[in-house]
Nanobody
Framework: QVALVESGGGLVQAGGSLRLSCVAS????????MGWFRQAPGREREFVAH????????DYGDSVKGRFTISRDNAKNTVDLQMNSLQPDDTSVYYC???????????????????WGQGTQVTVSS
């Protein structure tokens, strides 16, 4: 079992940047692929980014490709999301999630993840 805690959210103007961080504790961090999702009020949870346990492969949701970058440090048990060129549509609660690397569930589906953080709010003003 792994516990996840996000940080780094806040208020930023359109065109600005934020860096989210997620710290894991409990189980061996490198057992898990990691993902970031977001959810705005009244909307479904949306896939943002994914990184494999080794960091060797990443994937992004279409709406953030070219603007967001996911990375991880297995020595520090952290996964980060660098968000650039933020737009008002990026306003959401952002969640960090862990998925067993052996799982066959799609990395882009929320149901495939086993553990979730509490979320951090990102607000982008126009």
């Amino acid at each position: 079992q792994v516990a996840l805690v996000e940080s780094g959210g806040g208020l930023v103007q359109a065109g600005g940047s934020l860096r989210l961080s997620c710290v894991a504790s409990g189980d061996t961090f490198s057992r898990y692929d990691m993902g970031w999702f977001r959810q705005a009020p009244g909307r479904e949870r949306e896939f943002v980014a994914h990184i494999t346990w080794s960091g060797g492969w990443t994937d992004y949701g279409d709406s953030v490709k070219g603007r967001f970058t996911i990375s991880r440090d297995n020595a520090k048990n952290t996964v980060d999301l660098q968000m650039n060129s933020l737009q008002p549509d990026d306003t959401s609660v952002y969640y960090c999630a862990a998925k067993y690397s052996s799982s066959t569930y799609s990395h882009a589906r929320a149901r495939g993840y086993n553990y979730w953080g509490q979320g951090t709010q990102v607000t982008v003003s126009s």
